[in-house]
């Protein structure tokens, strides 16, 4: 019989490593997305922690409300819309244009365990700002066991 120890740790490997490639492309496709889409433009996003909640913050000047979607799964965070350019002017001469337009998708990985239920999304002032209130003892954390000495 043949012993395939060393083959089979390779395939292991190879099977982490396709799946960390494929969670960075993951990762990339929201850039992706958004320059197909003619935009390029994805929102800067701030993501801050304190005992009580987990707050993310994205500067979306100009976004309409109701063109905003806003989903939690799979310990992301999708924020998808779309940017739409200022009405053009006739005989405007153009000088620069720095701002970008367009649809976007940007996906927030969250590492922190929130209650998605009682979730609040504002947009004000061309800022949405997401209010997540955090829930303790997440799955898979550290937790310290006492040990006991003797019989009960």
């Known amino acids: 019989m043949t012993d395939f120890g060393p083959y089979l740790e390779f395939v292991r490997i190879q099977t982490e490593m396709n799946k960390l490639f494929e969670n960075l492309q993951e990762l990339r496709e929201p850039a992706t997305d958004a320059a197909n889409a003619g935009g390029g433009w994805v929102p800067n996003v701030d993501?801050?922690?304190?005992?009580?909640?987990?707050?993310?913050?994205?500067?979306?000047?100009?976004?309409d409300p109701e063109s905003l979607a806003i989903r939690v799964g799979g310990g992301?965070?999708?924020l998808e819309g779309n940017k739409p350019p200022p009405p053009e002017q006739a005989e405007v001469t153009v000088h620069r244009k720095d701002r970008a337009f367009?649809?976007?998708?940007?996906?927030?990985?969250?590492?922190?365990?929130?209650?998605?239920?009682?979730?609040?999304?504002?947009?004000?002032?061309?800022?949405?700002?997401?209010?997540?209130?955090?829930?303790?003892?997440?799955?898979?954390?550290?937790?310290?066991?006492?040990?006991?000495?003797?019989?009960?």
């Open 47 to 63: 993501v801050c922690e304190c005992a009580e909640e987990l707050v993310v913050e994205a500067e979306m000047p100009g976004v």
């Open 76 to 78: 992301n965070l999708t």
């Open 102 to 152: 367009g649809t976007f998708r940007r996906v927030i990985p969250l590492s922190t365990a929130i209650n998605t239920h009682k979730a609040v999304a504002r947009l004000e002032n061309g800022i949405l700002n997401i209010r997540f209130p955090r829930v303790p003892n997440k799955r898979g954390e550290e937790v310290t066991i006492p040990v006991q000495q003797g019989e009960e």
